[in-house]
T-cell receptor
Framework: GQSLEQPSEVTAVEGAIVQINCTYQ??????LSWYQQHDGGAPTFLSY????GLEETGRFSSFLSRSDSYGYLLLQELQMKDSASYFC???????????FGSGTKLNVKP | GAVVSQHPSWVICKSGTSVKIECRSL??????MFWYRQFPKQSLMLMAT?????????EQGVEKDKFLINHASLTLSTLTVTSAHPEDSSFYIC????????????????FGPGTRLTVL
């Protein structure tokens, strides 16, 4: 089966940098994705890592260490609109099936 | 582009009735469609993977006879919750993989807006 762990909640102030960690246990690991979900809305794709290292996309970066079964999402220059839940998700066996972590609620304060 | 719709957006039904939820990729052909359910403040739980013209693959613990999935075309998949009970009340979300579009090494998944089911 699959197991993913994330912190349940994180609070930070506008303009700050926050890191959301994700550890996973799975067989047939293929890649780690990150999604953002605002209350009542659908998840939206943020980033994907299949290889070790850092992927940067604007204010968001994602990191993966396959040997440590660990990844993180880094959000820089936080804005109020970044307040949302963030999910890591593993894809397995190249079938593009996604298993989601429990989600981290990010609260951005003025 | 890459819009996925769901219908209805919300539904309230009586216990024992069946409810059908549609998932459509509006402007692209979907390689695969996925169905998830999400309880309040919890994660998305993958229920099943659906490929056009073939039987859906259900995740462990998901009742095939309770959650019927039909994938009639490359743009439409339906989830029918049969004999619904209050414990089936949840947020059901579908996603579609877009053929030929990849983010990094994986097919991009586009999520529908979700359907909130309340069973009385």
């Amino acid at each position: 089966g699959q197991s993913l762990e994330q912190p349940s909640e994180v609070t930070a102030v506008e303009g700050a940098i926050v890191q959301i960690n994700c550890t996973y246990q799975t067989s047939g690991f293929y890649g780690l994705s990150w999604y953002q979900q605002h209350d009542g809305g659908a998840p939206t794709f943020l980033s994907y890592n299949a290889l070790d290292g850092l992927e940067e996309t604007g204010r968001f970066s994602s990191f993966l260490s396959r040997s440590d079964s660990y990844g993180y999402l880094l959000l820089q220059e936080l804005q109020m609109k970044d307040s949302a839940s963030y999910f890591c998700a593993v894809s397995v066996y190249n079938f593009n099936k996604f298993y989601f972590g429990s989600g981290t609620k990010l609260n951005v304060k003025p | 582009g890459a819009v996925v719709s769901q219908h209805p957006s919300w539904v309230i039904c009586k216990s024992g009735t069946s409810v059908k939820i549609e998932c459509r990729s509006l402007d692209f052909q979907a390689t695969t469609m996925f169905w998830y359910r999400q309880f309040p403040k919890q994660s998305l739980m993958l229920m099943a993977t659906s490929n056009e013209g073939s039987k859906a693959t259900y995740e462990q613990g998901v009742e095939k006879d309770k959650f019927l999935i039909n994938h009639a075309s490359l743009t439409l998949s339906t989830l029918t919750v049969t004999s619904a009970h209050p414990e089936d009340s949840s947020f059901y979300i579908c996603s579609a993989s877009r053929r030929g579009h990849r983010d990094g090494g994986t097919d991009t998944q586009y999520f529908g807006p979700g359907t909130r089911l309340t069973v009385l």
